[in-house]
């Protein structure tokens, strides 16, 4: 058989095991609406990643980008969900989810047919920046639409979610990687648009937004602010996100939640870029950093449901401090130089205890965030989420020249294991108990 038919059945196998993720995502959380946003998301986000990793990076050599240049391209994409999140989770609030759905499936097809039209760096930029706008609005559109459908068990159903959303991040480099062999970049963005279209289709069947949700389309002022059907200016727009943001930020829930999503990420994102430095200067190969990786982001798929569900039996901030405390026994492990096998037991510890955290950081949220708000709540927390990945890599190179990669792990692990003792504290004293089911959503 041809060598490049061959790549084609595993490509197409591979795709096929992958999209059983979803299947057994929405077989637990018995819902065919949650099935559906699965599905969507699951299209839209491999589609983006085909296009993020190795295509961008490639794509911007092309056209000349420098160094400095190509740092920007890459990660101007996460500055726009940091700036616009809570934006886009307060307009689903207040419009609806499905719309803003249909809005960002629109902007994740669309968008990809743009870069033919690219020449310089500087054009690829304005291009990142408006698809990164896509990403934006499915991060806490998406989140606001299952935890408002999951009851009780939010961390578990917001686990699988998770767990069918990250497929992307494998599908998708994969996918790009073998059409890159053939196919120019260009070429391959252009597909990445036909892709994210096919996510149109469970999207459209998504029906209305569910029950307990209110929605005004006509007007963004609350309801003592105007009357229905006035219409809007951007005063109106900025009052309203100003009132229900400042309300929002005086609940605990979404800046411990955001925080400790921060916290994590600047951890493991300075650990995404300062590891592999490390591992060569001790003897790894970098089939063996590549390994790493994989194996921690597949333990943190697999495990994602079930860390949820535990979350949801002995509670959510418990769950992020056991989370912690692993992560923080895992981080000084990397310097004992155990060999491969060592290295990547290592990385499935890890991705294990990041496993215990976010779907419980998200739960938190929908817990404590009255009805209506979850959206502003889940993009608030997002944009210190994002900050946290821009500033990891930041922070960690500082460190590293400060005290060595021996230095910057067991700075990490003291701060995680100082933290996780901090939220064992804090669930001691504080009242964290779900708010009154009045103003809850009904599931």
């Known amino acids: 058989m041809p060598r490049s038919r061959r790549q084609m059945y595993l490509l197409l196998w591979f795709s096929v095991v992958e999209m059983r993720v979803p299947t057994a995502a929405i077989k637990s959380a018995g819902s065919p609406a949650l099935l559906k946003i699965t599905f969507a998301d699951f299209i839209v986000r491999s589609a983006y990643q085909m296009g993020k990793t190795p295509l961008l990076p490639i794509f911007a050599a092309s056209l000349g980008a420098s160094d400095a240049l190509l740092g920007l391209i890459v990660s101007v994409s996460t500055l726009t969900g940091m700036a616009t999140k809570p934006l886009f989770g307060l307009l689903s609030d ?4 499905r719309l803003w759905l249909l809005i960002g499936t629109l902007i994740f097809a669309g968008v990809p047919f743009l870069y033919s039209m690219v020449e310089t760096p500087g054009q690829l930029v304005g291009i990142r920046l408006l698809h990164g706008t896509a990403t934006a609005i499915y991060g806490p559109v998406t989140v606001a639409y299952v935890a408002e459908r999951s009851g009780k068990r939010k961390a578990e159903k917001l686990g699988w979610f998770g767990m069918a959303r990250s497929g992307g991040y494998l599908v998708g480099p994969a996918v790009a990687g073998w059409l890159l062999l053939t196919m120019e970049p260009v070429t391959v963005f252009t597909l ?3 892709l994210s279209m096919a996510a149109f289709v469970p999207v459209l069947w998504l029906g209305g937004d569910g029950p307990g949700h209110s929605k005004t389309t006509l007007s963004l002022a609350e309801p003592d602010e105007g009357r229905l059907g006035s219409k809007v200016s951007p005063v109106q727009v900025i009052r309203a996100f100003a009132k229900r943001g400042g309300t929002l930020l005086g609940t605990p829930a979404v800046w411990l939640s955001g925080a400790l999503e921060a916290a994590v ?3 493991t994102y300075a650990i995404k870029a300062f590891l592999p430095i490390y591992a060569l200067t001790v003897g790894y190969t970098t089939v063996e950093i590549g390994l790493f990786f994989s194996a921690q982001e597949g333990a943190l798929i697999l495990l994602k449901p079930w860390g949820g569900r535990l979350g949801d039996r002995i509670g959510h901030l418990r ?7 692993c992560l923080a026994l895992s981080l000084p492990l990397l310097l004992t130089g155990a060999g491969t096998t060592g290295l990547l037991a290592v990385a499935v510890a890890m991705g294990a205890a990041q496993a215990l955290i976010f779907p419980a950081t998200v ?3 929908a817990e404590q965030v009255p009805a209506g708000k979850i959206g502003t709540g889940v993009g608030l927390a997002g944009s210190l ?6 500033a990891g890599p930041v922070l960690g190179g500082l460190l590293v020249v400060g005290l060595g990669y021996g230095g910057l792990f067991w700075l990490f692990a003291g701060v995680l294991l100082a933290g996780s003792l901090a939220l064992l504290v804090r669930v001691r004293i504080a009242d964290f108990s779900p708010i009154p089911r009045t103003q809850k959503v009904k599931s």
């Open 94 to 97: 207040r419009m609806g989810r």
């Open 363 to 365: 739960a938190l949220i």
């Open 385 to 390: 989420k994002n900050g946290g990945k821009v």
């Open 192 to 194: 990445i648009g036909g």
């Open 265 to 267: 990420f600047v951890i």
């Open 319 to 325: 769950a992020v401090s056991l989370g912690m405390f």
